[in-house]
């Protein structure tokens, strides 16, 4: 018996101790395939997924490098029927291929005929297929490329796409790198993007994404659409893109609720491409608007419905998609597989953060307790009012106020999801609120008064989860968020990361209402981050006001 800090169990289940000292080094050797499900203090656990796997395999990894990880850090001996498993899980992928024929186009290639058997009796590919060429070799309607790839993923046969891309209409786009360089891992990212053709980096808050996506456009030398999550996010693409490249600001476009310019690189917001006008989504036709020779999702976590339906037609184009996490709450992570592509490069936030290019974070969880009237409502309201009851107590008000005073002066953001308590905390506090209904100018103005530290205090609702960079936030107090939400709780972090002009270490405080909901929800928001290596330190609020 080892001394490992890991111990796998035959139901798929990996248990690490957190205060092993082998914990940091097993968590970087199970983080491309294993899936964080729970992290309280002491033992974490992951799980082995299909999926998981696949991204694995898709990414360079083998079988072979997965079983040695479990092999070299589990405590007891490996269930031997869970390292069968895995090999033939992982050897699933690529026994399907799509490849371009020299006169039959499009095609299925099979490595496993009666895989390929299989599939061409599953109701799930009926009129996809056209004509078997030979025993191994089936046509595939030009269609449906990327809707073939998602019914054989649901098959448990994900294909590797191997058959290429249209190099759309050319554009000159060339990277300055006039007083910076590319890091490292922008570089390694990039390239590795572009040797799989499609897929999905995967990088911190703060860690450079758009730079990603320039590099990516400099080597595609071509026409680009990029979809982003609203204005202001698109008009920081603009800015960072003129700064960063060649493209002047005429060559740019934007394709939002305001503006409808199409142009060599036209950045378009989901929200504009998924309006519908009499039942239909009018705005998609932006897709064919242009013989795009890339596609960029950024946030493509966030990626809206008709995003994926549309995206289906479009497999021969090249597709970027760039995100701080993978989790989807609506459990679309195989979409993202067969449509956008799969994970290509994957850089763990604290590794980003030792090499000093993200700031280190310190999280803390604040735990209030409701009074009895409030613990009374609490428990006769109906299941659905629940966490509003606990997430908007006054006594997360009281919180924030002292959180603020605390940290007077710092840049600081208080952030939450019910607009009454944002509101309430904004007068309290005197400080502007960024909602909704704010407008893209308003939103601008306070954003750019924030970076140049005119403003050191921000109220903001979920408006400002996404994409939005204010280099110097320093403090971030959240009262309220949207359930159980991992790809939030990632994302309000990093809207600190950006590495300060001192050095500091940024703080985040979750205030949590114990014993409700809230509390449950607050663990399960914690989950990414703790896969990250984040770990939330507990305080009273008693002993915080005190």
Not at 326 to 354: C, Q
Not at 492 to 517: H, S
């Amino acid at each position: 018996m080892s001394t490992g800090p890991l111990i796998v169990q035959s139901d798929k289940t990996l248990l690490l101790e957190v205060d092993h000292p082998q914990a940091q080094d097993c968590r970087k050797a199970i983080a491309p395939f294993a899936e964080l499900e729970r992290s309280p203090e002491h033992i974490h656990t992951y799980r082995l997924t299909n999926l998981g796997l696949w991204n694995a395999r898709a990414a360079g990894h083998d079988a072979e490098q997965v079983i040695d990880a479990l092999l070299t850090y589990s405590r007891y001996a490996v269930p031997h029927a869970l390292l069968v498993d895995v090999a033939e899980t992982m050897a699933r992928f690529g026994r399907l291929r799509l490849e371009k024929h020299p006169t039959h186009g499009l095609v299925l290639v099979s490595a496993d005929r009666p895989v390929l058997e299989e599939v061409l009796r599953a109701k799930r590919v009926a009129g996809m297929l056209g004509n078997r060429i030979d025993a191994d070799t089936v046509v595939v309607h030009g269609s449906e490329r990327g809707n073939l790839k998602q019914a054989l993923l649901k098959l448990g046969w994900p294909a590797e796409d191997l058959a290429g891309y249209v190099d759309g209409e050319a554009h000159p786009i060339a990277l300055r790198e006039d007083g910076w360089l590319l890091r490292d891992y922008q570089r390694e990212a990039a390239e590795g993007f572009w040797h799989g053709g499609s897929g999905v980096v995967v990088l911190p808050c703060g860690a450079g994404k758009t730079i990603v996506g320039a590099a990516a456009m400099a080597t595609a030398q071509a026409t680009t659409l990029i979809l982003v999550t609203n204005t202001v996010s698109a008009r920081q693409w603009k800015d960072e893109l003129v700064r960063r490249t060649s493209l002047t600001e005429d060559e740019i476009g934007e394709y939002s609720g305001a503006v409808k310019q199409i142009r060599p690189v036209t950045i378009a917001t989901y929200q504009v491409m998924t309006t519908r006008r009499k039942g239909t989504y009018s705005h998609l036709e932006l897709f064919d608007a242009r013989d795009w020779g890339l596609i960029i999702y950024d946030e493509v976590h966030l990626l809206p419905a008709p995003i994926f339906r549309m995206t289906a037609d479009l497999q021969a184009r090249r597709r970027l998609g760039l995100t701080a996490t993978l989790v989807r709450e609506d459990g679309r992570e195989g979409d993202v597989f067969s449509l956008i592509g799969p994970k290509r490069y994957d850089a763990p936030w604290k590794d980003i953060e030792a090499q000093g290019w993200i700031a280190p974070a310190d999280c803390i969880e604040v735990r209030v307790t409701l009074d009895e009237g409030e613990r009374i409502a609490y428990a006769t309201a109906e299941p659905e009012e629940r966490y509003r009851l606990a997430s908007c107590t006054p006594a997360k008000t009281a919180v924030a106020e002292a959180l603020v005073e605390r940290h007077r002066g710092e840049p600081t953001l208080v952030i939450g999801q019910y607009l009454d308590q944002l509101d309430e905390i904004g007068a309290d506090l005197d400080a502007p609120v960024i909602k909704g209904d704010t407008t893209v100018r308003e939103r601008q103005r306070l954003f750019d008064a924030f970076r140049a530290g005119e403003i050191s205090l921000l109220v903001v609702s979920k408006v400002a989860n996404f994409s939005i960079d204010l280099p110097e936030a320093a403090v971030a107090i959240q009262v309220s968020g949207s359930f159980g939400s991992r790809q939030e709780e990632a994302q309000r972090l990093g809207r600190l990361l950006r590495p300060k002009a001192d050095g500091r270490a940024a703080r985040f405080y979750a205030v949590v209402a114990r014993d409700t909901v809230d509390a449950e929800f607050a663990q399960h928001r914690q989950r990414f981050l703790a896969e990250q290596g984040y770990a939330y330190t507990i305080t009273d609020a008693d002993e915080l006001l005190a």
